[in-house]
């Protein structure tokens, strides 16, 4: 591991955590996406977009939310599998092991995936076989926010923001001393098994939590040829039916230990985590990955008695990331190592007659270095800070919202081929306004408009050299500027009687828009392998669509109801260069569910239109519809344990994810039953 270098605005960050620990020492002398819990949960608080935390039903930016039920019952899957089906978001789909989230036609650099509210540290935004290193099986709960209206994480987030929240480090003390759940399933599809779980435990104003997951698959059923149709048509090829999906296996172990000392005012805490993941790349018959990460946080608050400020937060993130791709079995090839450090403090203001608002600051280092013969990224350093506000006002019956953001990013490298070093320095501002109308009870009218700037990432700069994942010789342009977008979206909730409806449209404009594109040239290896160049450029893009969700009670009795439920997205995205790539078509859910203390039930189907919209390069997708059905049932007095099942494309339809860069050599799995037990204490 490389030493750091400490710059200014880290010894702010620095400063302010030492200040909070030293305050809390004096308080010791003194304590395919989950279906949701529908519909959404008009008290969540949202604490992604917003430090002081806004309900769900309160706030412009477009949120969902999978908590500690849904993810108890939710598939034992990577990230952006779990999340894909959700309103506005779909999965990279790369390979069982490794998917990440795509929101609104937006992946890799443009969607932060958070820890806590501080970033991974890895290195999945640089490739889609890459892993994102922390799973869905450690989290109490998820945060979806779709957009660029989230200046708390800056640039990274100009598509949106994907946040695991867990309770390793305990910020209040167990009821009843002890808190808990275990979970263990099975998946016929892949001869799935998965278990995880986490207790906290507390001892006077001291609280300790363990948590752990595993899951381990094998090569998935398919319901035809790995080959599509439109491969098979445009190569001439054939396609052979086959039984699986070819290297799709996947193992993954991660433990953690954290404690936290709790006292009146506040907490301060610290945790370790490991993480150990390999899968198959599906890409290549033979290769493998063995992804390992060894993770440290602290983090901790203060609430002050009086003053402008109603309490302190900061928390910091420590990383060292090894990501190797083998070959075959000892064969070790490309590595691909991360290691760094994130920081964030806080200062939330005390609400005065509805005003709310707080001020931040955000530093990061990391190191990012690719060894081997498919090294296409040199070794690079992320230099990052960061200074934000954001402000609310709700009168009730009205409201504005506010932010603004000024990042400084830094990367440095010594490009492949090259001796001297290259050093690409962006200041980069980013603003946001809202306003809100509640004409009657349970209407929310909410019309914001933002301003985002988004430095480029490594990839974009520097990479040159044969990408093997995406099939292509990739090659950066260190001369790239700033993308900038400016987007416009209505917000509309509706919770009124036995009708719940959610709805969300937006345009967003981009000036210097960073596309990856085809030059028509093309490089041959010395292994003889033929693969078309591609360069990243910057272009003018318009992207627009929406994302709607309803549910309207049938029936209700006390404890029980019957509800019909129904979503639907849509996103359509130019360039002045043509389509944008790996768009995702327009789907569309409706489900019907029984719901009581008992028993739950739900029949679920979903449609996804056909992609003929498509970039140079790509080739065309089907549509399909899946058939879903699942239920649950708790069959003791305490309700504390729950027994669930889930047949998942019961008619065993072939489908491909048109987001995916392998959609055309490998399907989405056929007919599945999962069944499994969670119990709460």
């Avoid at 008695?305 to 075959?328: L, N, V």
């Amino acid at each position: 591991m490389r030493p750091t270098r400490v710059s200014r605005p880290l010894l702010l960050s620095a400063c302010a955590w030492t200040t909070l620990s030293l305050a809390l020492g004096g308080v010791a002398h003194a304590q395919t996406a989950p279906a949701k819990s529908a519909p959404a949960q008009v008290d969540d608080v949202i604490v992604t977009a917003t430090p002081y935390g806004v309900t769900q039903r309160a706030t412009t930016i477009a949120t969902d939310v999978l908590n500690d039920q849904d993810l108890a019952q939710a598939p034992a899957v990577s990230l952006g599998d779990l999340v894909n089906g959700l309103p506005g978001v779909r999965s990279t789909d790369f390979a069982p092991g490794a998917s990440r989230p795509v929101i609104r036609g937006l992946a890799g650099p443009r969607v932060q995936v958070l820890t806590n509210g501080l970033g991974q540290i890895d290195a999945s935004s640089v490739s889609p076989d890459h892993a994102v290193a922390t799973d869905p099986g450690e989290a109490h709960r998820i945060e979806i926010v779709r957009g660029p209206a989230t200046l708390v994480y800056g640039g990274s987030a100009i598509g949106g923001v994907v946040n695991i929240i867990d309770d390793r480090i305990p910020e209040k003390l167990p009821e009843g001393g002890l808190e808990g759940r275990v979970s263990t399933q099975y998946s016929t599809v892949d001869n799935g098994r998965g278990a995880s779980g986490h207790a906290t435990v507390g001892a006077g104003n001291f609280a300790f939590n363990v948590s752990g997951v595993t899951r381990q698959t094998d090569d998935y059923h398919i319901p035809s040829s790995p080959i599509s149709q439109a491969l098979a048509d445009a190569e001439g090829v054939a396609r052979a039916d086959a039984d699986k999906q070819p290297n799709s296996w996947s193992k993954l172990n991660a433990w953690g230990l954290g404690g936290s000392y709790i006292g009146d005012k506040g907490f301060v805490g610290v945790s370790y985590k490991s993480t150990q993941n390999d899968y198959g790349t599906v890409a290549e018959p033979e290769v493998f990955i063995k992804l390992e990460q060894k993770r440290w946080d602290a983090r901790g608050e203060y609430r002050f008695d009086d003053g402008p400020f109603a309490k302190a937060r900061a928390s910091y993130g420590h990383s060292d990331y090894t990501h190797t791709e083998f070959e075959g079995p000892g064969q070790p090839g490309t590595v691909f190592n991360s290691d760094g450090w994130e920081t964030r403090g806080e200062l939330v203001q005390r609400a005065r007659d509805g005003w709310n608002g707080a001020v931040g600051v955000q530093a990061l280092e990391r190191n990012f270095e690719a060894i081997g013969e498919e090294a296409f990224v040199p070794t690079t350093k992320i230099d990052e800070q960061g200074l934000y506000t954001v402000q609310r006002y709700d009168r009730d019956r009205y409201g504005f919202e506010g932010g603004l953001r000024f990042d400084r990013r830094t990367l440095s490298a010594v490009p492949l081929g090259e001796t001297a070093q290259v050093e690409r320095k962006f200041d980069n501002w980013s603003a946001s306004a809202a306003a809100f109308l509640r004409p009657q009870a349970g209407l929310f009218l909410g019309v914001s408009l933002s301003r985002t700037e988004r430095a480029p990432s490594e990839v974009e700069l520097f990479a040159d050299g044969v990408h093997v994942a995406t099939a292509a010789y990739e090659t950066g342009d260190r001369n790239l500027d700033s993308e900038k977008v400016t987007t416009l979206e209505g917000t509309i909730h509706y919770d009124r009687g036995p009708l719940t409806t959610d709805l969300h449209a937006y345009r967003a404009w981009y000036d210097g828009f960073i596309d990856e594109r085809r030059t028509g040239a093309e490089v041959t290896t010395d292994e003889g392998d033929t693969f078309p160049v591609y360069r990243f450029v910057q272009t003018g893009a318009d992207f627009y669509g929406f994302e709607a969700e309803a549910a309207y009670a049938l029936w209700r009795s006390g404890d029980r109801k019957l509800s019909l439920e129904g979503a639907a997205d849509y996103v359509h995205a130019d360039t002045d260069l043509g389509p944008a790539a790996r768009i995702p078509p327009w789907s569309a859910t409706a489900r019907l569910a029984w719901t009581s203390t008992l028993w739950d039930l739900a029949g679920e189907v979903r449609r996804v239109g056909e992609q003929d919209r498509l970039s140079e390069g790509e080739l065309p997708t089907k549509g399909y519809t899946m058939v879903n059905l699942r239920g649950a049932v708790r069959p003791f007095a305490d309700r504390n344990i729950t027994l669930f099942a889930e047949g998942h494309n019961l008619t065993d339809q072939e489908a491909r994810e048109h987001a995916s860069f392998l959609k055309d050599i490998a399907a989405l799995p056929g007919r599945n039953l999962r069944v499994g037990v969670t119990y709460a204490f």
